[in-house]
């Protein structure tokens, strides 16, 4: 097998990013024991894992539909806290390199999150100072979510960054990103672009501000579907 799609980047200080792979356990059992001594097609993670994934999409729908906003906090953090469970795995015992810029370090955290826990194809880009974007050229979901589905992203991203935060401070460095998207593939484009801009504390975060508005316009549906 060649180069794997998570393996590589072209920036130098790629090869001094430090990360773990998470479920360590597990994936070495899958590649030792599974993948190398029997005929099992890897192929089915896929249908598996989409399994999964509907799962959750029917769950919140259902607990919304329910039991409303306090139903629909109680999910939310469940998934907020898997999120961090997979950054503090990502990141546990590794060190941030004194010269690596700060959004080398969020561009390739992001990419181990895109590539691996998302299992994804993703083309980043580090644009200047403080800034860095990154295209989701496919994801696992885009052929079964619908627009409103990608939300449950949301709430593992939310975990990630929050895991993020806490583990650049123990690095001395202050984790202060925004994160926006300029497009996504179910509600009809080709990739799903997503922005990283340095910020400030006193902001208003635009990612918090739009999933509250999604939590907002979920439970508005919920609401309609009981009628």
């Known amino acids: ?43 089915t993670l896929w249908q598996w894992g989409t399994m999964q994934a509907m799962a959750v999409i029917e769950i919140l729908k259902s607990v919304e539909k329910k039991f409303g906003k306090e139903g629909q906090a109680l999910i939310l953090q469940c998934l907020r806290k898997i999120g961090y469970d997979i950054g503090k795995q990502v990141t546990d015992g590794t060190l941030i390199p004194e010269d690596m810029p700060d959004e080398e370090w969020v561009s390739f955290y992001a990419t181990i999150m895109n590539r691996i826990a998302y299992a994804s194809l993703e083309s980043p880009e580090i644009i200047e100072k403080n800034k860095a974007d990154f295209h989701i ?39 202060v990103w925004d994160i926006w998207f300029r497009s996504t593939i179910p509600s009809g484009s080709q990739t799903c672009h997503f922005e990283m801009q340095q910020g400030d504390t006193e902001d208003t975060r635009q990612w918090a501000e739009y999933t509250q508005l999604m939590e907002e316009r979920a439970l508005k549906i919920a609401k309609a579907d009981r009628v």
């Open 1 to 43: 097998m060649g180069e794997k799609h998570w393996e590589k980047r072209p920036e130098a200080n790629w090869e001094k990013f430090q990360f773990n792979q998470p479920y360590a356990k597990g994936l070495k059992r899958l590649k030792e024991d599974v993948l190398e001594k029997t005929n099992f097609d890897p192929a």
């Open 137 to 175: 050229d496919w994801c696992p979901h885009q052929d079964t979510y619908e627009a409103m589905d990608c939300r449950v992203q949301r709430y593992f991203v939310q975990g990630m960054i929050d895991a993020a935060t806490d583990y650049c401070k123990s690095q001395g460095r202050e984790f």
